[in-house]
Nanobody, 127 residues
């Protein structure tokens, strides 16, 4: 069973940094790709970043490329999102997601590719 718990959100000034963590309580974390998404008030949930099972392949939304870094530590069953140079438009609830069904090779950037979601963590960037 997969259970994802995010942490690390908070309030930060524009230009600052935060690191989000997502820990999986399951025993097969290294078997599936992971992703980060975010949802701002009144907007659709959007893709932020994705990482392959081994961590060797990553992919980013254009809006965060060069500022955010996704990584994973399979020994700790944890995926991270390092967010630098934060902007007010990065304000959102951030969700991690796991894909455990279908093909688990490669990376995935659509919401319907993932079948497990965390509860979300709020990130607020003040101007």
């Amino acid at each position: 069973q997969v259970q994802l718990v995010e942490s690390g959100g908070g309030l930060v000034q524009a230009g600052g940094s935060l690191r989000l963590s997502c820990e999986d309580s399951g025993r097969t974390f290294s078997n599936y790709p992971m992703g980060w998404f975010r949802q701002a008030p009144g907007k659709e949930r959007e893709f932020v970043a994705a990482i392959s099972r081994s961590g060797g392949i990553t992919y980013y939304a254009d809006s965060v490329k060069g500022r955010f870094t996704i990584s994973r530590d399979n020994a700790k069953n944890t995926v991270y999102l390092q967010m630098n140079s934060l902007k007010p438009e990065d304000t959102a609830v951030y969700y991690c997601a796991a894909r455990t069904q279908g093909s688990t090779y490669g990376i995935y950037s659509t919401r319907d590719a993932y079948n497990y979601w965390g509860q979300g963590t709020q990130v607020t960037v003040s101007s």
